[in-house]
């Protein structure tokens, strides 16, 4: 259980130089600190890295939870699934992490492939290797060498424009497999920017009504309704929806350093005096690493 009054700052989407951020997890403990955060989870896309570092810092001041983000994709679309409070040793949980990275592996040198093959985009071996052993390495990083090598002004021509024009048919973390080992894991599944997880487009009304009773049908447990990129209205309609199914409630700014313009803490919380039901659940019944 995590006491934490009215004023509290929370931030339960945060990711490192682990996945795709610019800070090391031992810097974003600091930043943490200096912004004044109360409650933070590291989120990390697909990996468990960056949990297990700050949860053996001796200087930790605030609450911490353990958190993953897996990119999922099925028949019916792409999911965000979030994981909060599991064990960061138990198998199931691993065993996904494992499977998911040799996904995430085997499609960078599929895209750095492509790009040379269809665009002529090449990369010294040493600068090839150096991306080959980041923890994960994806789509951001295959830009950053496009940008120093002058193939693209900035991160949205080169994702856009050249990497994503390859395309994947298959091997991709399903959303119930996702759900299933953050359960076996003892964690608490969640749906991250659930207005924002099919790519590009806005899923809200019956829609996204549609697309949480498919998810709870696999065992989700809580929705992100408070976000950066949510306005007013989206985060009324979420709350409703977590209300409605009896969802936990999370807060998330989905800080990546220098890779988005998006500060800690940025997740709208603040615009509500005595927080939602859900959350004040979700607090009383995760598990932290330290408090």
């Not at 995590?2 to 929370?10: E, P, T, V, W």
């Not at 993953?68 to 679309?77: L, Q, R, T, Y």
């Not at 065993?95 to 990275?101: F, Q, R």
């Not at 220098?258 to 919380?269: A, F, M, W």
């Amino acid at each position: 259980m995590i006491y934490l009054d009215d004023n509290a700052r929370i931030d339960l989407h945060l990711h490192t130089t682990v996945s795709d951020g610019t800070d090391t997890p031992e810097e974003i403990a600091r930043l943490v600190k200096k912004a004044g955060i109360d409650l933070f989870s590291v989120t990390d896309h697909d990996a468990l890295k960056g949990c297990k570092v700050i949860a053996g810092l001796p200087d930790l001041d605030a609450a911490f939870i353990t958190g993953v983000e897996f990119s999922c994709k099925d028949e019916e679309g792409k999911y965000h699934i979030l994981g909060y409070g599991y064990d960061p040793d138990a198998k199931p949980i691993n065993d996904l992490i494992s499977k998911g990275h040799g996904f995430r592996m085997k499609k960078t040198k599929e895209r750095l492939e492509f790009i040379k093959d269809r665009f002529g985009f090449e990369f010294a071996k040493q600068e090839i290797k150096e991306l080959l052993e980041l923890d994960n390495p994806g789509k951001p990083h295959i830009a950053n060498l496009m940008i120093k090598h002058g193939y693209a002004n900035d991160k949205k021509e080169a994702i856009r424009k050249y990497i994503d024009q390859k395309r994947f048919k298959s091997e991709y973390v399903r959303p119930d497999e996702a759900i299933r080992a953050i359960l076996e894991s003892g964690g608490i599944p969640v749906l991250a920017h659930p207005f924002y997880g099919n790519g590009g487009d806005l899923i809200i009304g019956e829609e996204m009504r549609e697309r949480l009773v498919r998810l709870i049908g696999f065992g989700i447990k809580g929705v992100e309704a408070y976000y950066s990129g949510f306005t007013d209205k989206l985060i009324s309609q979420m709350l409703a929806f977590a209300e409605e199914y009896e969802l936990y409630v999370t807060a998330g700014s989905d800080y990546h350093g220098h890779n988005k313009i998006i500060e800690l803490g940025d997740n709208n919380l603040d615009r509500v005096g005595d927080g939602p039901a859900g959350l004040k659940r979700f607090l009383n019944d995760v598990r932290t690493i330290k408090a």
